[in-house]
């Protein structure tokens, strides 16, 4: 079993939508969770980072299952900017590298 | 301006020479990586350096080479024994006195070799 796993993707939704993103983790002691978004040809941006109790930034939400090892984001009311490749990233401990997942592709249609 | 610097944008060389991508932060992060993208792929690390003066192989290190004098620099050398140097090469930062240790990157330095 893979490090970090991702919805294979790609999400192709029209605008206005709302669309969730999965992610399973397979080291139980993982400490912080974080989703990062990347567009075409750019570098990784860190999109939130995910809390125990689960956070919210405007349209973005992102929750943390900790018995379950899951992450999602989920976006509500898409929009075209939003296109891009969302990763999963987990630090398995304080003072380790973090384990990037591969990534899943959305694409938000006119 | 605060931030990572990678340097050169785009980098071409010939087969068989060796090549050197630049990483620079004044963030004070404690620790710097480099990572290597191929079209339509995730992630994959190459080195990693938690503390100056040491450095930690990745998953892909081989044909590759680094240093780390400086707090503020983590070179990264492309050697001529790196089958197929082509490819996205990212510089990530992170600081472990921050909560959650996220990482933060740079542009990047896309390399062809013709």
């Known amino acids: 079993r893979k490090e970090v796993e991702q919805d294979p993707g790609p999400f192709n939704v029209p605008e206005g939508a709302t669309v969730a993103f999965n992610c399973t983790y397979s080291n139980s002691a993982s400490q912080s969770f974080f989703w990062y978004r990347q567009d075409c040809r750019k570098e990784p941006k860190l999109l939130m980072s995910v809390y125990s109790s689960g956070n919210e930034d405007g349209r973005f939400t992102a929750q943390l299952n900790r018995a379950s090892q899951y992450i999602s984001l989920l976006i509500r009311d898409s929009k075209l900017s939003d296109s891009a490749t969302y990763l999963c990233?987990?630090?398995?401990?304080?003072?380790?590298?973090?384990?990037f997942g591969p990534g899943t592709s959305l694409s938000v249609i006119p | 301006d605060g931030g990572i610097t990678q340097s050169p944008k785009y980098l071409f060389r010939k087969e068989g020479q060796n090549v050197t991508l630049s990483c620079e932060q004044n963030?004070?992060?404690?620790?710097m990586y480099w990572y290597r993208q191929d079209p339509g792929q995730g992630l994959r690390l190459i080195y990693y350096s938690q503390i100056v003066n040491d450095f930690q192989k990745g998953d892909i290190a081989e044909g590759y080479s680094v240093s780390r004098e400086k707090k503020e620099s983590f070179p990264l050398t492309v050697t001529s024994a790196q089958k197929n140097p082509t490819a996205f090469y990212l510089c990530?930062?992170?600081?472990?006195?921050?909560?959650?240790?996220?990482?933060?990157f740079g542009p990047g330095t896309r390399l062809t070799v013709l």
């Open positions: 963030l004070n992060h404690d620790a």
């Open positions: 990233v987990v630090n398995p401990a304080s003072y380790d590298k973090v384990i």
């Open positions: 990530a930062t992170q600081s472990y006195l921050s909560s959650y240790n996220e990482q933060f």
